[in-house]
């Protein structure tokens, strides 16, 4: 049980597009939701929090209108980089609570992003 | 504010050898404390997790860990390691759902296996 997966694993894009990463719970229901990012060789980084139904609340220096987070439902958030540039290049990785009980995150296998 | 450190960044253990990896932790209150494995490219999988109670919690892959709180310290271990857990290990301590239920990870540490 608590799998959470993202689709795509990987994207390349041209530097301008914008792209879109979902993630799913796919055995449980997620009030809340959240995005990391991690460079190689380095941790995680939180970028922010999405709470379903609700706006997402975005850490320090983290640019709103870049990184649009959407929680339409209890089992999907969705992060669109927008205007990508190549220093968006990065793993992206999703994690979700469950709705009842638990203060766990369980983690997506993670988004390669690459910026042309 | 909650911190993590790791204070290996790499560690080389043989197989069939014991595994311990240290992690030490600020937060204000009873912090909520978790290791997370990580392979190469992949997310991350819960290994184990302590909120309360018995401060000796056991988890997956035959890991376990202990919650000094005289020592701020959660070390990982692993009496016998296999070839199949060189991956890089993470400690986070995480606020309760009240409070947001934030992460806050380590930096990590990458586990490299000899045969």
């Known amino acids: 049980g608590a799998v959470v997966s993202q689709h795509p694993s990987w994207v390349i894009c041209k530097s301008g597009t914008s792209v879109k990463i979902e993630c799913r719970s796919l055995d449980f229901q997620a009030t809340t939701m959240f995005w990391y990012r991690q460079f190689p060789k380095q941790s995680l980084m939180l970028m922010a929090t999405s709470n379903e139904g609700s706006k997402a609340t975005y850490e320090q220096g983290v640019e709103k209108d870049k990184f649009l987070i959407n929680h339409a439902s209890l089992t999907l958030s969705t992060l669109t980089v927008t205007s990508a540039h190549p220093e968006d290049s990065s793993f992206y990785i999703c994690s979700a609570r469950m709705t009842t009980g638990a203060d766990t995150q369980y983690f997506g296998p993670g988004t390669r992003l690459t910026v042309l | 504010a909650q911190s993590v450190t790791q204070p290996d960044i790499h560690i080389t253990v043989s197989e069939g050898a014991s595994l311990e990896l240290r992690c030490n932790y600020s937060y204000g209150a009873t912090p909520y404390l978790f290791w997370y494995v990580q392979s190469p490219g992949q997310g991350l999988q819960l290994l184990l997790k302590y909120f309360s109670g018995d401060t000796l919690v056991q988890g997956i892959k035959g890991f376990e860990a202990e919650f000094k709180r005289s020592q701020s310290s959660f070390n990982l271990r692993k009496p016998s390691v296999h070839w199949s857990d060189a991956a890089e290990y993470f400690c986070?301590?995480?606020?309760?759902?009240?409070?947001?239920?934030?992460?806050?990870f380590g930096g990590g540490t990458r586990v490299l296996v000899k045969p």
């Open positions: 986070a301590v995480g606020a309760p759902q009240a409070a947001g239920n934030k992460l806050t």
